[in-house]
T-cell receptor
């Protein structure tokens, strides 16, 4: 069966520091991969999605970036965090169908 | 722009009653609508998908309807239980990209 792993689960970072969140999917190949963000009490906002290695579509042109160095690996990065980057970050995958499957999420607090 | 809206932020009902949640969409008629459940601090979990040519879909105590005239989907939980308390999200796949747009969610609280 397929599983998705996302880490770290929680992190507290100072303003201006870099960020790296990592996500891997097991048990499938060539998945569509996604990063969503959920601010406190808010809905899910799509940040990036990828349909293949090196193919990244950006929905939010801010100080975040994403990379897909391997088929089942998706990384969310920032060079300098802002306070507004705080939130709940969710990696997700899809086999190409309508349904997507989420990881457990990463809580980011920027202080 | 293609919007999907869940107008009720919260819904409180008594155990045993039927919960009905509403999802409305504008400007574009999606071929599918989906419903997810999200517990606090967790990722959303897929529940049901309904196609535009399906009027109704059922799974155990869950029922989803899709009304293309009203541009609305209703999500029902019958014989609700306190364990059904969670946030429920509707979502649709956007044209031109393979990603879901979610509504803001309705927080359901079932009182024992």
């Amino acid at each position: 069966s397929q599983t998705i792993h996302q880490w770290p689960a929680t992190l507290v970072q100072p303003v201006g520091s870099p960020l790296s969140l990592e996500c891997t999917v097991e048990g499938t190949s060539n998945p569509n991969l996604y990063w969503y963000r959920q601010a406190a009490g808010r809905g899910l906002q799509l940040l990036f999605y990828s349909v293949g290695i090196g193919q990244i579509s950006s929905e939010v042109p801010q100080n975040l970036s994403a990379s897909r160095p391997q088929d089942r690996q998706f990384i969310l990065s920032s060079k300098k965090l802002l306070l507004s980057d705080s939130g709940f970050y969710l990696c997700a995958w899809s086999p190409g169908t309508q349904v997507i499957y989420f990881g457990e999420g990463s809580w980011l607090t920027v202080v | 722009s293609q919007k999907i809206e869940q107008n009720s932020e919260a819904l409180n009902i008594q155990e045993g009653k039927t919960a009905t949640l509403t999802c409305n969409y504008t400007n574009y008629s999606p071929a599918y609508l989906q419903w997810y459940r999200q517990d606090p601090g967790r990722g959303p979990v897929f529940l049901l998908l309904i196609r535009e040519n399906e009027k109704e879909k059922r799974k155990e105590r869950l029922k989803v309807t899709f009304d293309t005239t009203l541009k609305q989907s209703l999500f029902h939980i019958t014989a609700s239980q306190p364990a059904d308390s969670a946030t429920y999200l509707c979502a649709r796949m956007d044209t031109g990209r393979r990603a879901l747009t979610f509504g803001s969610g309705t927080r359901l609280q079932v009182q024992p």
